[in-house]
């Protein structure tokens, strides 16, 4: 029998309905009614929350490792409804989902044991020193300890790994903070049911109701509000540059200005080096057609750019890539907007004077079809909207003349997520020159690969300087990303008995 959503809010514990209402508009499938959020339903979310933290915030590891992995579990048992809601309403194919909710509970039971460890806790720890002259030294011992209640934001392009129970969620409940999520409209059915799951492992765990809290969207007031709340005290966030960024700003205008770590995307340029072009050039150009699809091009990480020194090498790899793209069908897209937003970008392209369009197939409805076009590397440093992300299947190829202008187009690009290096041995030179610049403009990089997979382990960084995300210090995928949720805090001479849990090994 297939899933029917309820479409109500979990406040605290408590499924509630609002009299305004808003359709989800599935790829394929019956659309089905959610309650539109409210500012009072914000309030309540963030007062349970702020009651859960006196409780949540100061429970023992071992107690949030058994909810994390309860909630991995509750997860996996609703795997089946989860997988036909969630196709049904991105479009995205059941393959997909099913690896994305693999990934969703990996990353739970990845904090559970995290935490366990106790390594994140930055432990340290400096003797008295009484006789010391002309001033005795007092014992400190220093603590990471978790902030208060957390906002998070469903994010469009992730339905499981990046939504509800995502990595976000996953990071501030293991830190200690319970969390209030806004729920995406492009998949507010697969919300409902992960919902559940983290109800059913707050009930089953005994929990604070008000651990967590999921208030659906149609209302862009109510995201305002939620990061707006004098209780919340942190927001994650996956999304585009111009929503991410009106909500850092209104973090930034609070009385109580809070953190605001948003993930806003980039272009994720490849460099192909000489040696590498000379050798694999069609191999190139055929690897990053198919990355460049991957998922109708709907990945933050997607390799949106390539550049390449002028000459038969570049020629063969475009005319490789331009060939493999031809093959691609259209392919379905999240949402509408997201498809629009996608022509519309394409079209720019099109229309510019700058660009030669080397392959563009018709688009039609919700679905997206693989666009290539080329430039030069003075044309792309005048243009600066050439330099910013279409989210979708499109690919620009930039002719430089030599590996200095390929430095000085380095040097011009914007943060980004990723950057790539296309290599062979005789290229490393040229890659050590290289490598001071890119370390400055991404949070990733990569040699001989292409960077639509993010690996969910300890030295991931997913993040980069602005605009690619809003705290250049930080990631949101990886252990490390549960650093964003905490702060240190120093204890000075207190006794023993006042020290908390955790100060011990």
Request: glycine residues 10%.
């Amino acid at each position: 029998m297939a899933f029917t959503p309820h479409g109500k809010h979990l406040i605290a514990g408590e499924w509630i309905a609002t009299d305004a209402r808003f359709s989800s508009s599935p790829a394929h499938g019956s659309a089905h009614e959610f309650s539109v959020g409210t500012v009072e339903l914000v309030d309540q979310a963030c007062q349970a929350a702020e009651a859960a933290f006196w409780d949540y915030g100061y429970s023992s590891r071992a107690t949030r490792a058994k909810f994390l992995n309860a909630i991995a579990d509750e997860i996996d048992a609703r795997g089946a409804e989860i997988t036909e809601i969630g196709s049904q309403e991105s479009g995205l194919p059941e393959a997909r989902l099913e690896g994305e909710r693999g990934r969703t509970v990996g990353q739970l039971r990845l904090f559970a044991s995290h935490i366990e460890k106790g390594e994140y806790l930055d432990r340290r720890f400096d003797a008295a020193m009484p006789e010391r002259q002309p001033a005795p030294r007092p014992a400190i011992t220093m603590l990471q300890r978790p902030i208060g209640p957390v906002a998070v934001f469903g994010a469009s392009n992730f339905p499981l790994a990046f939504s509800v129970a995502g990595g976000d969620t996953a990071a501030a409940l293991a830190a200690g903070c319970p969390v209030v999520v806004k729920g995406h409209s492009a998949h507010p059915g697969t919300g409902e049911i992960v919902a559940e799951a983290i109800h059913a492992a707050i009930e089953s765990c005994g929990m604070p109701r008000g651990v967590f809290s999921l208030i659906q969207g149609g209302n862009r007031t109510v995201g305002q509000a939620v990061v707006q709340h004098p209780l919340i005290k942190a927001v994650g966030f996956t999304g585009s540059l111009a929503g991410g960024r009106a909500l850092f700003d209104l973090c930034a205008a609070r009385p109580e200005p809070i953190p605001f770590f948003g993930e806003l995307g980039s272009v994720n340029p490849m460099f192909m080096l000489p040696a590498a072009m000379e050798a694999r050039a069609e191999e190139l150009g055929k690897g990053w057609a198919a990355s460049l699809t991957m998922g109708a091009g709907q990945f933050c990480t997607n390799p949106g750019i390539a550049v390449v020194i002028d000459g038969a090498g570049a020629d063969a790899f475009v005319q490789s890539a331009a060939t493999a793209l031809q093959d691609v069908a259209e392919q379905v897209m999240l949402t509408d907007g997201i498809a629009e937003a996608f022509c519309a970008g394409r079209d720019k392209f099109k229309s510019a004077q700058s660009l030669r369009q080397v392959h563009m197939a018709d688009s039609t409805g919700r679905n997206a079809a693989p666009a290539l076009f080329e430039t030069t590397g003075a044309e792309f440093k005048a243009n600066p909207a050439l330099h910013e992300e279409v989210f979708g299947p499109l690919g620009l190829v930039v002719r430089v003349s030599s590996l200095e202008e390929i430095r000085a187009l380095a040097v011009e690009l914007d943060g980004q997520l990723t950057i790539t290096l296309h290599m062979n041995d005789a290229d490393v030179d040229a890659a050590r020159d290289l490598m001071p610049v890119l370390e400055r403009k991404a949070g990733r990089l990569l040699a001989n690969g292409f960077p639509t997979g993010v690996e969910v382990v300890d030295s991931m960084v997913h993040g980069g300087p602005y605009p690619a995300s809003t705290n250049f210090g930080a990631t949101s995928v990886g252990t490390l990303s549960i650093r964003r949720f905490l702060r240190p805090v120093s204890y000075q001479n207190l006794p023993e008995a006042l020290l908390p849990e955790d100060t011990a090994e």
